[in-house]
């Protein structure tokens, strides 16, 4: 044979069959066992065809099981005991469940109407808090008309005050003229074409003018011109600040855009701007900066 044509594979081929039947005699010999059927584990139960039973010899045919009635003393003793308990406790028993019932409705009963009372008076506390708070918000509402009639009214008579104060008293309520003048005699010292604010009475009239004012969104209250007592004419810019009340706390005559810097000019024209008084403003900044524009003129 080709396979087994050297000695080295007729070697390997004895070697191999030897240990395979040493392999297959371990296996018989001392292989492992097993019961067949297999040992049951657990308590052997005897045979038997019902739960009852007695006797010593095992039939082998299924048997009838007979019931030996017994019946001793000791046990109709305790049945006679039972029904005597039962009727003496049973006549109790009705009139209990009766009151139970009846205290059960009753107060059902009474804690619904508690129930209801509570509402009602949760109802009557809610109505008397509304009515409480509606009355203190109308008085409320009130109070904040009169505050705001009564501010009103104090703010025109300061207008009032202040335009009278303005006007030197010229004009009172009662239609009756003032006077005015640095002589001894009564009368209106001036000129018909004079400025009834100026200070001066003399000269041929001149004006100082009306003024331009400019604040921001503010309005000059109280705008009093220029005393006029100078012998020159031109445009004067006056710059003023303003703190929240409507005071002017500064005044700077003679900004740039004035065409007439006369020192005359500019004491009337700053004289006049400190007293000028603004619309208040609390919303405004601690000094707002705005301007006032005199025209003097010889002319008028």
């Known amino acids: 044979m080709k396979l087994l044509d050297t000695i080295h594979k007729r070697k390997s081929a004895t070697i191999t069959t030897i240990i395979m039947i040493l392999l297959l005699l371990l296996i018989f010999f001392f292989g492992l066992k097993y019961l067949d059927p297999p040992i049951e584990s657990g308590i052997a139960v005897n045979f038997g065809t019902s ?40 006549p109790d028993d009705a009139p209990s469940e009766e009151v139970l019932t009846s205290e059960s409705d009753e107060s059902i009963k009474i804690k619904a109407e508690e129930a209801k009372r509570k509402k009602i008076e ?24 009169q505050e705001e009639a009564d501010r009103i009214a ?11 104060a303005m006007m030197g008293g010229l004009n009172n309520n009662d239609g009756n003229s003032g006077g005015e003048g640095d002589d001894t005699i009564s009368g209106d010292k001036g000129n018909v ?48 600040e303003v703190d929240r009340s409507g ?26 701007a400190l007293k000028t ?16 524009k005199y025209r003097f003129s010889l002319s008028n």
């Open 51 to 90: 739960n009852l039973g007695s006797g010593n010899i095992q039939p082998t045919k299924p048997v009838k099981t007979v019931e030996k009635p017994v019946v001793t003393e000791e046990e109709v003793v305790p049945e006679e005991v039972i029904e005597e308990k039962v009727e003496e406790v049973a």
């Open 122 to 145: 949760e109802a009557e506390r809610e109505a008397k808090a509304e009515a409480v708070r509606i009355a203190k918000q109308k008085a409320d509402e009130e109070r904040k008309a």
């Open 154 to 164: 104090k703010e025109e008579e300061d207008k009032k005050r202040q335009l009278d």
């Open 193 to 240: 074409n004079g400025d009834p604010n100026a200070s001066g009475y003399y000269g041929t009239g001149g004006s100082g003018g009306g003024g331009d004012y400019q604040l921001g969104d503010r309005t000059a209250i109280i705008k009093p011109k220029p005393a006029y007592e100078c012998e020159e004419e031109g445009l004067v810019i006056v710059t003023i």
């Open 247 to 272: 005071k002017v706390i500064k005044a700077n005559a003679g900004t740039k855009g004035s065409t007439n810097t006369a020192p005359c000019l500019l004491s009337k024209a700053k004289e006049a």
């Open 277 to 292: 008084t603004w619309q208040a403003d609390s919303s405004a900044g601690v000094k707002q900066i705005g301007i006032i």
